[in-house]
């Protein structure tokens, strides 16, 4: 089975603190995805990367960055925590190989809470 | 610019109807289009794509593009058919390496 490890299942910070969010998997994957979740508004993409130190934006790129230093850890990094950046972050893995691009393979989610 | 619209936030049915779960895109092109679901406490998970034209636990999806339409359907609803249902989209190219843009969501509630 594909396994999307998220490191920290829920986390509570106060506004400014830096935040890192890290993100493992184990199949090999080209792909991999972060993306945050709030009621209402589906799942939007914060960034993605399809290689090794390779990022882009994804729609909602502002107050965030990411790092790939290895093929399987995707980090995803809040430089200065807000209250609006209170939320589910999913990140996700896929492989390159099928056309249109392949299945994603969801972590559990990291709730962060910003105070 | 490419978007997923699902335009039902809450779909309440009984055990046993029909359900349907809309979703609407724009693209111009050729889609690639799916539908993950996330049932209580579990990870988001692939429920269906369209070019595999199967049905997974009695839902299909036909890709209607004259309508830009890919609606989920299952003909008699279980409960625990209840989660939260997310239609998603890429571009159809061949190693673009799967970027999937998510419609908001449909919570589906399937009652006894």
């Known amino acids: 089975d594909v396994k999307v490890t998220q490191s920290s299942r829920y986390l509570v910070k106060r506004t400014g603190e830096k935040v890192f969010l890290e993100c493992v998997q184990d199949?090999?994957?080209?792909?991999m995805f972060w993306y945050r979740q709030d009621p209402g508004l589906g799942l939007r993409l914060i960034y993605f990367s399809y290689d090794v130190k390779m990022k882009e934006k994804g729609d909602i790129p502002e107050g965030y960055s990411v790092s790939r230093e290895k093929k399987e850890r995707f980090s995803l990094i809040l430089e200065s925590a807000s209250t609006n950046q209170t939320s589910m972050y999913l990140c996700?893995?896929?492989?390159?190989?099928?056309?249109?691009?392949?299945?994603?393979?969801f972590g559990e989610g990291s709730r962060l809470t910003v105070l | 610019a490419q978007r997923v619209t699902q335009p039902e936030k809450l779909l309440s049915v009984f055990k046993g109807a029909p359900v349907e779960l809309k979703c609407n895109y724009s693209?111009?092109?050729?889609?690639?289009l799916f539908w993950y679901v996330q049932y209580s406490r579990q990870r988001l998970q692939l429920l269906l794509r369209h070019i595999s034209r199967e049905s997974i636990k009695g839902f299909t999806a036909d890709l209607n593009k004259g309508e830009t339409s890919f609606h989920l359907k299952k003909p008699f609803a279980q409960e625990e058919d209840s989660a939260m249902y997310y239609c998603a989209f890429t571009k159809r190219i061949y190693n673009q390496g799967g970027k999937l843009i998510f419609g908001q969501g449909t919570e589906l509630s399937v009652k006894p």
């Open positions: 693209y111009s092109g050729s889609p690639e």
């Open positions: 199949m090999d994957h080209e792909n």
């Open positions: 996700a893995s896929s492989s390159s190989g099928s056309p249109g691009g392949g299945e994603l393979f």
